[in-house]
């Protein structure tokens, strides 16, 4: 079973920056593949970033398309922890997110589709004030 505990998340002001952070347990990270997604009442879950394992002690992540520039997704092998690093935040980001994770998927590539995921940790706002 793996748990998946979110934190990291606040209230900054537009420009600003948070690191996210989702801490594995019950499996070893380079058996996961995880991702982030954000959601905000009433819309559809979004899928933000991923990263798969590519080799031991190797990750490959991307953010979406239109977050690249400004969201990172980082992997740390021996701490088990995946972080998301967004830099230069837009009210537009304002959301509830999570980090959700797949053992043994054996993707080539990270993914950004729930549907794809199964373990979900807990949420953890995101505020972001013009």
């Known amino acids: 079973q793996v748990q998946l505990v979110v934190s990291g998340g606040g209230s900054v002001q537009t420009g600003g920056s948070l690191r996210l952070s989702c801490a594995v347990s019950g499996y070893t990270l380079s058996s996961l593949s995880v991702g982030w997604f954000r959601q905000v009442p009433g819309n559809e879950r979004e899928g933000v970033a991923a990263?798969?394992?590519?080799?031991?002690?190797?990750?490959?992540?991307f953010a979406a398309d239109s977050l690249k520039d400004r969201f990172t997704v980082l992997a740390n092998d021996a701490a088990n922890v995946v972080y998301l690093q967004m830099n230069n935040l837009k009210p537009e980001d304002t959301a509830m997110y999570s980090c959700?994770?797949?053992?043994?998927?054996?993707?080539?590539?990270?993914?950004?589709?729930?549907?794809?995921?199964?373990?979900w940790g807990q949420g953890t706002q995101v505020t972001v004030s013009s």
């Open positions: 990263v798969v394992p590519v080799r031991p002690g190797s990750y490959s992540g």
């Open positions: 959700a994770a797949v053992p043994g998927s054996g993707w080539s590539r990270p993914r950004l589709s729930a549907s794809d995921y199964v373990y």
